[in-house]
């Protein structure tokens, strides 16, 4: 069974870019989630996938957005990224939307933001 | 929207003592509470979870209770090893509008001294 894997795991961009942040889930799961976590701080839900559709969404803006693959694999993107946008972001995947359950993280992709 | 705070922030225990992380939750609806470790550089994951239906849980030195009514639930880890060093989050989750909304609490820093 393979874990959820993210790729990269660190990067550095400057302010106004743009990144892509990838995912690929869990075997056998067909919901991703994205949370943001800064520094000494809990996770912060961004959004969940599910079935190739983005079907709940935390307070973050618009500028923030993803993209769900058939092989449920996911993507995040941020545009114009501000300096706030420095954290630590953590892919989930678990076994179904309508569910309340465990969330299997990724190692995460930490992005900083000059 | 749901909020969920989490008590202490830092925790320093001797190996064998046990310690407590309690955390409060506001929503009534929210029907699930899962406790993710994570260790420095680590993904989060899952320790023990416990549902709305159910008071207590244990699983060998790990307990959680749940107090409905209060809405309250901590975390009882027993007999502390220097392995338990690590930061652990509470959660409380619910289905809403077709997602798991999942809101994790601010995080407790355990260290155990040998």
């Known amino acids: 069974e393979t874990g959820v894997t993210q790729s990269p795991t660190h990067l550095i961009k400057t302010r106004g870019q743009q990144v892509t942040l990838r995912c690929s889930s869990q075997?056998?799961?067909?919901?991703v989630s994205w949370y943001q976590q800064a520094l000494g701080q809990g996770p912060q839900f961004i959004f969940q996938y599910y079935r190739e559709e983005e079907n709940g969404r935390g307070n973050f803006p618009p500028r923030f957005s993803g993209l769900q693959f058939p092989n449920y694999s996911s993507e995040l993107n941020v545009n114009a990224l501000e300096l706030d946008d420095s954290a630590l972001y953590l892919c989930a995947s678990s076994t179904g939307a309508l569910n309340t359950g465990e969330l299997f993280f990724g190692e995460g992709s930490r992005l900083t933001v000059l | 929207g749901e909020n969920v705070e989490q008590h202490p922030s830092t925790l320093s225990v001797q190996e064998g003592d046990s310690a407590v992380i309690k955390c409060t939750y506001s929503d009534s609806a929210s029907n699930y509470f899962p406790w993710y470790k994570q260790e420095l550089g680590k993904r989060p994951q899952l320790i023990i979870d416990i549902r709305s239906n159910v008071g207590e849980k244990k699983d060998q030195r790990i307990a959680v209770t749940l107090n409905k009514t209060a809405k309250h639930f901590s975390l009882h880890i027993t007999e502390t090893q220097p392995e338990d060093s690590a930061v652990y989050f509470c959660?409380?989750?619910?289905?809403?509008?077709?997602?798991?909304?999942?809101?994790f609490g601010t995080g407790t820093k355990l260290q155990v001294i040998p």
């Open positions: 959660a409380a989750s619910k289905v809403t509008g077709g997602y798991q909304k999942v809101t």
């Open positions: 075997s056998g799961h067909n919901t």
